[in-house]
């Protein structure tokens, strides 16, 4: 080593600097997987006991399928690189087929692998999005015909118009880590959806709304921890470096936005309910961080508190608005993805370094680009469905359950047991 | 980069590693925060079914005020750097206003933003030791108050007289991650409320002491598991930047005294109570954790397996201890938190590497000083909330459950269902 | 730093990346910690009720002996080191007594105390998969000394023979991250223990194969997700550095194996059951992560996909097979780990680098010796157990469940009370 120059040390130097920052990359991938299980167990806390089993399938099928497809076709639909043909839509080719160089420093601050494994994490949230509004009435087959296109050419393409280079990106429209390109869109998808389906049976009826809750809390505030604790990899990763300065403040405005949603929600549905509603406040938390992820990376604290208290104010508003217009979603994802995700779009026009009513405008065009897009995309999809396979099991399957019609089993096998024990001595 | 200097190379490698030790301690944060669902999920399974919502909810509502909370005000208390008057009090102003440079290596071996971060972290632990202890009977508004106050005032003061370089520092005292400052300091509150609140109805019988079994015990089990998870976080971390060979010794030394920790919770319980007791064998993980997280970098793997091994054997005896002075702890809280954590912070002048009859007593006077100070702030402030608000529900309201009292829900709705089924056929 | 030279600037560079690398393996420790609560739960839900706080409190303590006796002895059985005498046996010594050297980068690419904590958290593994096969009929006391054993003297053997430089490393046997190692290993000790200890009663019946369907569904799909992430540290950790591009290819090798997983034991078991079986898909995942876990560093994607996939059709009619044989499997632990392990270690001659007929026979060679070792060791103690002390509760404890009679407790308190209260209405 003694005739190290300084261009060699240089060169090591950055070398480890490319390390860092690929690691983080990874780490943040893994963290954004884990959303997959807050999801999962998310939605099986809010719904019926009786469909529990359908869900936790769907879900464990949802993150398969995704990656799977993110791989086969999404990725370089999304990122279509030097095939790339036009601002609004793109494709690389099938497969990933990485060169040498593309596994090396050349490629960026990471590798081509982490590249796509990071991305395709986030891919299959959209469809999972959808699986919880569209909970305990959708057939299984339906949905999963349903989840597979809309990550394989929905949200690449939608995707691809700001993160791949496309038009919004040449507008000027900005998402930092996808409260459009992934929250609002995985939520108009999910009101398309919702709205192609129907309400469960007895849902709103003559005499008014009947509310279902939930089956397990506990499992639902998992669910919640779980998404906040990989949302630091969600919002933190699309830093897309280690970079110290920008990836603690993304730290920051994410933590104190879902705080803040988790207070707008307390207070909100407390002045609107009069009581203290433990599924508001979870979902008002899930509100802020889908809110300050369009900005995370513009802000200071103060606006991202005030962005996520609006966003965990807006939910319980936005519960009561869609149950009034007689859209039945069992998880709220609607209010959470769609309309937080719209207002943390617009908020980045507001409170973000390049505020101010061109950048307000280009933020209101981008999320409604997006969003009716999907929601037309999805609406469609779903009816082509509807009208061919059918969509929608019988009233017979809804009233037993999908646990039992779909999957002859039951979530929790021994509790009949024991109350059957109990009926029985 | 042809003209490179070994002047501007060292600087890139400098750089390099504050990426990596930010990162780190980015990482742990994350770690730390995830102990909030480790002890919402412990705290919840310890519980009765009737108190599960209520327990969910305080525990998401304690990490949104105490994130705040610390941003507003705790932070510039417990570090008031050149505001500093005093080895007792200090106050930098509110709310968060870095430099340019606070951003940069200029700082430190991270930043201001990572700094705020993890150490906000840490500060709603405090409240969060507190809840499970005063589960099951206080009024929600009322344990709101009383924790947003904790977090604000009480906490970041005892902080800074060693961390902040107050006093205690100044004397010698040693809490490398918290043993006396978090967890002792948590304990002490909660045993302060707990008298002040008073034991649950039919706890303590003229016929004996009755056991009021928590409900869900994979739930505790989650619990346990995660707070050791993000024990790796809290230890780790606690190194303040990514140093080989510290953080590796502290990963060590936190899983060989966790692991010793069951171990002596199983053995001792066994020789108690002649079963083989989980919650027991739960609360000796934590137990040894609590009592390594002192002088988790002070020592080598045989007295961290003797510290742990000390602290899983004190759990089954302090647990019944405090059931004998009948202050009622529904999961355990006191024993755990501040019985492990005096006996962790003594432990580093008995193993550390200044260990001695001098170190001892520094250790004692510190340990001491703070469970003093924050016992009294903490009676006094839940006496003060007593005689005021009210701190406790209703005798119905009690034996109906905060559940439905506090809440109007029910955490798990459908087994009703299937045990009314039952019952009807 | 005026005077800095390039051989200074060189030395820091080489620091900071040794700073990342030993970061990412302290970081992969505590992914491959959280398996062992994916493992916890995944048993939990899978096992009847009534035995679920004894599958806890064995999953609890196997962590924490683990840790101690490869902290006393296996660590050293299994790097044995200068005083390695032999290819298939040798020992270092009692304890861990590293040199001052062996905590800088002098060490390699992390420190030794780094090197023993990852290392640590494998070894657990091993007793842990046996834990699920032996569920619900197992006394406890002989499964600890069962898995006291098997973690502190078979594991550290058979793991020598590779990853400690032995005589399988000399022939060329390739296993990355343990699919034989860990987890062929771990399922040939569970296949052992399954047939020296009987099938739990009335499971094989004159009249038929008797189905016991485990008792909580979310709880065994937490475990799932909680495996699949940890198992980005077990195979990513196992790069052991932070190398950008190996590391992220396993990273997506992993991922994508496991998605095929899911998808083959769909597709397998609705064609065998015709239902959507959410036990076959969850272990199809499992079986999917084992699969690739012998050669996640030595094939591009489309081959990972081709080995879940296989692996997650396997599932199915393995767990079909071994209930034709009457070898009773509670969570189809031998179906995973042994089948699927013994199918990823053969596919690295297939799929892998040096794929071809001769390093076929060198994977065939390797995983039958480290299987039939396991075998043999694990039926010999398990009847040495079976002769002395006994390894089987009563008849009268096993149908009134292990919780009640080896701990006096019971996993949910309040059902009971809810069955009980409906009953007498």
Redesign the interface.
Known sequence: ??N???????E?????????????I??A???V??M??GF??LE?GFV???N??NI??K???I??????TY?LIGFNLMYPGADFAGKFFGFGGF??NPSEAD???AYGD?????D??FQ?MFAATAATIVSGAVAERIK?ESFLIFATILVAISYPITGMWKWGGGWLDAMGFYDFAGSTLVHAMGGAAALAAAIVLGPRLGKYTPSGIKPI???????A??G???L??GW??FN?GSVLS????N???V??TT??A??????GA?IASYLLFK?????M??NG?LGGLVGITAGADQM???SA?LIGLVAGVIIPFSVVFFDRIKVDDPVGATSVHLVCGIWGTLAVGIFGKMAGMGQFINQLIGTLAVCVFTFAFSFGLMYLLKVTIGIRVSEEEEIKGLDIA??????????????????I?
């Not at 090591?12 to 983080?24: G, I, M, P, S, V």
């Not at 280690?242 to 300065?245: F, H, P």
């Not at 009581?275 to 599924?279: M, N, V």
């Not at 999957?407 to 024990?421: L, R």
């Open positions: 080593m003694a190290v120059t300084a261009q060699q040390a240089m090591a130097a950055n070398e480890a600097a490319f390390l860092t920052n690929n690691l983080w990874l780490v991938t893994v963290l997987f884990i997959h299980l999962a167990t099986s019926q006991r009786k529990t089993v936790l399938f879900n464990a099928m993150i398969a399928i995704g990656l799977l791989c497969g990933l596994l090396t420093s990471y590798t081509y692998w982490s796509f494994i395709g299984l809750p939930g089956h397990n809390m506990p499992l505030a998992v919640v921890f779980l906040w604790f630091f990899g933190g280690a970079d110290a300065a990836v603690s403040l730290f920051v933590a104190l879902a705080a803040a949603g988790a207070v307390f009581s203290h509603d433990l599924s406040v979870l938390i200071g604290p103060m508190v779909e999957h002859g089993a039951s979530a929790y096998q021994n509790v009949e047991n024991a109350a059957f024990a109990a009926n001595q």
